[in-house]
């Protein structure tokens, strides 16, 4: 299936093809998949879970947000992930390679407590809210 590439250490964004497993997904990211954010199409970033943990970690920027090591974008899940929506030419007009980042700031966890489930899928609706924004 049609996914997209961004690789920040080549600087570039290339069309890619996946299957539906999920050894593929890892494989493209170079490690153990986390979702990242859902883009106005639909389409859904995934990226590198651990990429802050490797040595020399390279980062780019999608709509204002910045993210470590390789993104993959496929297309929306209806309820396997489809085939990417957006083109190689849409996604590179959107991400920016030359990112800086503080390190010691990025790896701060911020704790967040939830008195129920139903809180905990506001909070996630709110969050995917502002990032479709």
């Known amino acids: 299936m049609r996914a997209i590439l961004i690789d920040p250490v080549r ?13 593929s997904l890892q494989a493209a990211v170079g ?10 199409t639909g ?34 899940e209806n309820p396997l992930i489809t085939d990417v929506i ?16 503080d390190l010691d700031r990025a790896l701060v966890v911020k704790s967040t407590t939830f008195d129920s489930a139903d809180e905990f899928l506001e909070y996630l609706s709110r969050q995917c809210k502002v990032d479709r924004e």
Not at 11 to 23: G, N, S
């Open 11 to 23: 600087r570039v964004v290339e069309p890619y093809t996946i299957d539906h497993r999920l050894a």
């Open 31 to 40: 490690g153990l998949i986390a979702w990242g954010t859902e883009l106005k």
């Open 43 to 76: 389409d859904v970033l995934y990226i590198d879970d651990e990429a802050l943990l490797k040595p020399n970690p390279a980062f780019f920027a999608l709509n204002g947000r910045t993210f470590p090591g390789c993104g993959l974008i496929v297309g929306p």
């Open 86 to 101: 957006s083109t190689v030419e849409q996604v590179a007009n959107m991400i920016r390679f030359n990112v800086d980042i």
